[in-house]
């Protein structure tokens, strides 16, 4: 049965690809998986009916037969349980390779999300400018650690697997900001990924939504 996903219908990220239904659509053209999407504006994604799918009304989501996701992390580990591609066979490299996608999720992201919405909600008030460097500091100290920790290889443990995926989309966040361009090694990891064709795949189908919204 071909898995059902949904996504913004009118994108805040000016179709940039920083919407997490990018992890999973990128994810099933990582994995040859044919999938749909279901487009959803702000409106649709707080009533009932996608509350059902996802309690904190947001996305993606993800449906196949009687299964319904939500959580972007779940739904990924969900591909990648189902099809070869995106988890070591070995078990101890596939217990690494989630381990990555946790690290992703839990350590790296969550300092990267504040510093961003500290920008958008509060750069009007009056703690914003002594707030901002300790929250740069904390960025600033996970990109170092991940850099050196990835050092001059191509993938984080060996093959590229889910947890490079899921890493990959989350320091997407920081392009253009200013951080990113101090960790060239960063900057050619994500390069890396961002050239492989599955990622490709995903990136215009999620930019073609925008752009069809941008005409509507």
Do not use: C
Not at 26 to 51: D, I, N, T
Not at 122 to 146: G, I, N, Q
């Amino acid at each position: 049965m071909t898995p059902t996903i949904t996504g913004f219908a009118r994108s805040p990220d000016q179709g940039r690809g920083l919407a997490r239904d990018m992890r999973v659509r990128w994810a099933l053209e990582e994995v040859g998986q044919p999938y749909e999407v279901r487009l959803v504006s702000f409106a649709e994604m707080k009533e009932p009916a996608h509350r059902k799918l996802h309690p904190f009304g947001q996305i993606p989501t993800y449906e196949e037969g009687d299964l319904a996701l939500f959580e972007s992390g779940a739904i990924i580990f969900h591909i990648a349980e189902r099809h070869p591609g995106l988890l070591p066979k070995d078990p101890n490299a596939r217990a690494r390779a989630i381990a990555w996608m946790f690290a992703a999720l839990n350590t790296v992201e969550p300092p990267i999300v504040e510093l961003s919405m500290a920008k958008i909600v509060e750069r009007d008030k009056s703690w914003y400018e002594e707030r901002r460097p300790m929250l740069e500091d904390r960025v600033r100290a996970r990109l170092t650690e991940l850099s050196n920790r990835l050092g001059d290889a191509d993938w984080l443990d060996g093959a590229f697997s889910a947890g490079d995926l899921m890493m990959v989309t989350v320091l997407r966040r920081l392009i253009g900001q200013g951080q990113l361009e101090k960790y060239p090694t960063l900057l050619a990891y994500i390069a890396r990924a961002e050239a492989r064709p599955a990622y490709q795949r995903a990136f215009a189908d999620q930019l073609a939504v925008f752009t069809a919204s941008q005409r509507a």
